[in-house]
Structures are given as structure tokens and as C-alpha cells.
């Protein structure tokens, strides 16, 4: 196996799933910033759920954080933890790491981070991947800065601290102009919310309005799903290579910090990762995955008696394939709500327990029925078998399988944390060969150019500027990702 991520810096790769990623907020000009916060974060709670940490400030008593590992609910609902984060301005990270300590290891990973700096302090929480960040901090290194933690965006701390700038935005601006990859960030300063994304704008990032008591508020989060929790007006998304500056007193400014380019935004948040009540792109991300579904009936249609989602992923995309097909849509599989989005597996047969701890099979409904199963997409494929095993034994005559997105073929290096290359199904296997290896009737995946039809790109995906960044499909990167590279990651290129 070719050991393409192995560095003094890089996670154990124990795991093999398709992850979340992470979530960033932040909001400034309410009473408590720390518990609208904390709301956001707990909306923002499927793009990560192995830690949260908050970052406030308040006049009287400067800056405070609180970082841990779990759930936003179970360390940012009590009282004693709320006191110690007074102030009107705050922000908040849920992660997923993608880089650095995975899981609840390592504490000093978990964000927002902090940094003192000449004119006062910053925090800054990052959703995404520095594709270049060994290299950074190999030069930070070299020049004395003193990492506090494993993580690939605290290299923004250290390069901002490095900034002859004489504000902390135009440090922000200094640093980020050295980072490639992916990155939407929410920063803060004594009175300064910032909001960065990349030029790519690969992640998400919207701004919001919250009207309160203490007059008007400006937020900033990955969703807008956020925004509805607080009460907050969604006012527009962040563009692509845009970094806005908000403060109670002057609202918000926008500046353009990088060399203007063509947006590529990860067509996978279409399909997995953002809240289905969110609204990307104009559009409500249920009706993009029911659109992804009708698509898919026009591409794969097959003759059978129910049309089933794996839940919850699956579901909006199989009501789509419902509508579209005519076959009745049914619950044919359950899940169980005590179960968090993924179940972090050690090892293989602990993995198989974990979909039979999420997910049961309907037997009432499935017995004697040709039944079309739904889901977003096959990583490794885990659930795919796990749950066909499930349904046959459950009397199921015929098992077809239906993926909302083309067969995942290539990591992510963008801030979701996928298996290496060779532990993707579809990297080593053909559609019939995983056909054969899942042992189903028949399983067909969505076109790309299905795909960007229905996330609303009529004509299809343009091979020459491809209109959004689809990389763990079609091996086509949008930044390279150098790090990886260099540790002998093969580009399609080169294959
Ligand atoms: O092929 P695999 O390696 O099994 O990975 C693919 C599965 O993982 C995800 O589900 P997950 O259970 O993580 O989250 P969900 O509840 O949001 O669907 C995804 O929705 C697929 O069902
Ligand atoms: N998923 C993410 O966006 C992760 C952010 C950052 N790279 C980390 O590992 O903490
Ligand atoms: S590689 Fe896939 S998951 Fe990653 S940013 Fe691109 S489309 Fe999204
Ligand atoms: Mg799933």
C-alpha cells in the first residue's frame, strides 16, 4: 500500500468512512454571544460532532474560550460553562478533523484557536484543508514559530503572526494568501467578526442578520440552517474569495483579498453534507437531493415494487426516484435516532455492528418485494452490504441499489475526511465488480453530468472549467494538493 499520508503530522488513518466536516460560526452585537453560539453550533452539529469550542470577548473581562471534546448539547447547555463565555461577540467550531489528532485525542486540535497579537487578540475557526500546510509549518518551524497543536489551520495563527500588517484583518489577508486549499473561516477580534472563503469558495459560508434587544446583529455560519435557530435573516452567502468584516458599529465591509478566479464548490455538500433545510446556491439543498433522485430514475430506471432511502441521507433523494419512477415510496428501513450520523468504527466487525445499531430492516414491508434501495453514496461500502444482508434475510425478493453521486473513486484533500485511495471501493473496483462484491440484483450510480444537471447545471458538467469541484469523483483537483503529492499521492495525471 502506498503510505502517500504518512508524516510526523498526519492522523492515524483508523478509520473508513466518508465523514462530515466541520462548522464554523460566529456573531457579534447580541447580549450573548456565547449562547447564540452554542445554538449555532448545536445546527451545524452533523458537519462534526467529535468537538466543539467557543471564543468570546467581553470588554470587562477580555477573551474567554471553552474547547472540548463531544456534543455542543452536553458541554455547552450548562450554566456553570455559559458563565465562564461573557460577551457580544463570539464565535464556534464543531470539527471533524481532516488533519492533525483525530477523534477525542488531542484537545489542543480542537478550535476556534487562539493568538496574541500587537494590536490585541484573534481567534479563528476553520472548515476545510490546507493542502499545503506540512510545507508551512516546516517553514514556520524553521523560522521559530512554536506550534501548539497538530492541526494544519493553526499555520494561519503563526503566518498572521508573521504579518508586518497593522491590523489583524490585513494579517488574515497576508496569511491566507500563502494557504492553498480549502477554506472557510470565521475569525474574531475584540469588535470584529471576519468571514473568509476561499477563491474557489469550495465550503460554505452565509451571513445573517438577528434582529435582538441590544439592536442589530451580524452572524456568520457554514448553513444557514444555523441562522434559523437563532431567529436570524439569511442576508446572502460569502462569495467565493471574498473576506467580509463586520462590527456592531460599521456593519459589514467587503474586500477581495486574492486574485479573482472561477467558483468550484464541492458538489458533494449538494449531496451528503449540508442540512437538507439549508439553502445553497439559491436553491433548498431537499430539493436539490429530490432533483438528484428524479435524475437518477431517468438514468437507472429498474422495474420494482417499493422505492426505499437509507436514512437519512438517502431519503430526499429517494422520494425523488419515487416521484419521478411512480414505484411507491416506503420506509423500508429504520433508523434508530439514538444514533449519531456516523458511527466511528475500530474495527470491521464492530463496523457491521454499527449499521445494525442505526439502521433495521422493515420486515413487514420488505418481505416478497423487489425493493429499489436509495443512498447518497458508497464509500467503502459498509452499509451497502450490511443492509443488503439485512433485506434478504428480512424475504426481500430482488435488492437494487440506486447512488445519488457517481462512484467515489479519489480522497478528498478539501476538508472531509475520507479513506485512503485504496480502501475506496470505487478505486479499485468496476460498477459490475462492486455489483458482484455487494452481491445485489443490479447498482447504478448517477451520471456526473446527471449529477450537475440536477444540482441546476442544465447543459451538464463543462469538462473545460468543470462549474464545481468534484474531485473525489472524477480525480479531477482544483487546487493540487501538494503535501500529498510529495508524500507520493498519484494525480490522475500520472496514473
Ligand atoms: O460505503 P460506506 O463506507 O458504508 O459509506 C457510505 C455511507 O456512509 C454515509 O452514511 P452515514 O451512516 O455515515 O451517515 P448518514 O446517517 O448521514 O447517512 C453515507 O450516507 C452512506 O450511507
Ligand atoms: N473538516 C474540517 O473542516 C477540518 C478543519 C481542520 N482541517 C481540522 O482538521 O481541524
Ligand atoms: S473532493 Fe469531493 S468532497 Fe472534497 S471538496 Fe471536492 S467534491 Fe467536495
Ligand atoms: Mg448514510
Redesign the pocket.
Known amino acids: 500500500m502506498t503510505d502517500w499520508r504518512s508524516s510526523p503530522f498526519d492522523p492515524v488513518d483508523d478509520d473508513?468512512?466518508?465523514?462530515?466536516e466541520c462548522g464554523v460560526f460566529g456573531v457579534v452585537g447580541v447580549s450573548s454571544a456565547a449562547n447564540f453560539t452554542a445554538l449555532g453550533l448545536h445546527a451545524l452539529q452533523?458537519r462534526g460532532q467529535e468537538a466543539g469550542g467557543i471564543v468570546v470577548h467581553d470588554p470587562e473581562q477580555g477573551f474567554n474560550s471553552v474547547r472540548r471534546f463531544g456534543y455542543v448539547r452536553d458541554n455547552f447547555t450548562n450554566q456553570e460553562t455559559m458563565d465562564m463565555l461573557p460577551g457580544p461577540i463570539g464565535i464556534g467550531h464543531v470539527r471533524y478533523s481532516t488533519s492533525g489528532s483525530k477523534g477525542a485525542t488531542a484537545i489542543r486540535d480542537v478550535q476556534p484557536f487562539f493568538g496574541e497579537f500587537a494590536m490585541g487578540g484573534a481567534a479563528i475557526a476553520h472548515n476545510g484543508n490546507i493542502t499545503n500546510a506540512d510545507a508551512l509549518r516546516r517553514e514556520l518551524i524553521e523560522r521559530g514559530s512554536i506550534f501548539q497543536s497538530s492541526s494544519d489551520s493553526e499555520c494561519i495563527i503563526h503566518l498572521m503572526a508573521r504579518s508586518l500588517q497593522r491590523n489583524i484583518p490585513e494579517r488574515m489577508k497576508d496569511a491566507l494568501r500563502r494557504v492553498e486549499g480549502a477554506f472557510s473561516i470565521v475569525a474574531m477580534t475584540r469588535t470584529k467578526i471576519i468571514g473568509v472563503r476561499d477563491p474557489l469558495g469550495v465550503r460554505p459560508l452565509v451571513l445573517g442578520r438577528v434582529e435582538n434587544t441590544d439592536g442589530v446583529g451580524w452572524v456568520l455560519s457554514s448553513e444557514t440552517c444555523a441562522l434559523d435557530i437563532i431567529g436570524a435573516e439569511f442576508i446572502r452567502e460569502i462569495e467565493p474569495g471574498e473576506m467580509v468584516v463586520i462590527s456592531q458599529k460599521d456593519g459589514v465591509t467587503s474586500h477581495r483579498p486574492f486574485e479573482q478566479k472561477k467558483s468550484r464548490f464541492c458538489i458533494f455538500e449538494h449531496v451528503?453534507f449540508s442540512r437538507p433545510d439549508s439553502i445553497l446556491g439559491g436553491r433548498s439543498v431537499y430539493e436539490t437531493r429530490e432533483n438528484i433522485g428524479r435524475e437518477l430514475a431517468k438514468e437507472a430506471p429498474v422495474d420494482a415494487d417499493l422505492v426505499c432511502p437509507?436514512?437519512?441521507?438517502?431519503t430526499p433523494a429517494a422520494i425523488g426516484y419515487s416521484l419521478e419512477s411512480g414505484i411507491p415510496y416506503a420506509m423500508g428501513i429504520i433508523?434508530n435516532q439514538y444514533?449519531?450520523?456516523?458511527?466511528i468504527e475500530p474495527s470491521e466487525s464492530i463496523?457491521n455492528m454499527?449499521?445494525r445499531l442505526?439502521?433495521n430492516v422493515n420486515r413487514a414491508l420488505v418481505r416478497g418485494k423487489r425493493i429499489i434501495l436509495v443512498?447518497?453514496?458508497?464509500?467503502?461500502?459498509?452499509?451497502?452490504?450490511?443492509i443488503k444482508e439485512m433485506i434478504l434475510d428480512a424475504g426481500a425478493a430482488e435488492v437494487h441499489f440506486r447512488i445519488a453521486s457517481p462512484p467515489?473513486a479519489w480522497p478528498c484533500f478539501y476538508g472531509v475526511d475520507t479513506?485512503q485511495r485504496e480502501k475506496l471501493?470505487a478505486a479499485t473496483m468496476s460498477a459490475e465488480e462492486m455489483r458482484t462484491h455487494l452481491g445485489v440484483d443490479s447498482l447504478k450510480f448517477i451520471s456526473l453530468d446527471g449529477l450537475y444537471r440536477a444540482v441546476g447545471e442544465v447543459g451538464g458538467r463543462d469538462p473545460a472549467s468543470p462549474q464545481y469541484c468534484d474531485a473525489c469523483f472524477s480525480g479531477d483537483y482544483p487546487v493540487e494538493p501538494s503535501d500529498q503529492v510529495l508524500k507520493g499521492f498519484q494525480l490522475k495525471a500520472a496514473e
Not at 16 to 20: G, I, Q, S, T
Not at 339 to 343: A, C, E, H, I, K
Open positions: 473508513d468512512k466518508l465523514k462530515e452533523h451528503y437509507v436514512p437519512d441521507s438517502g433508523r444514533m449519531g450520523r456516523t458511527f463496523r454499527g449499521v442505526k439502521l443512498d447518497d453514496s458508497v464509500v467503502r461500502g459498509t452499509t451497502s452490504r450490511k467515489t479513506p471501493l
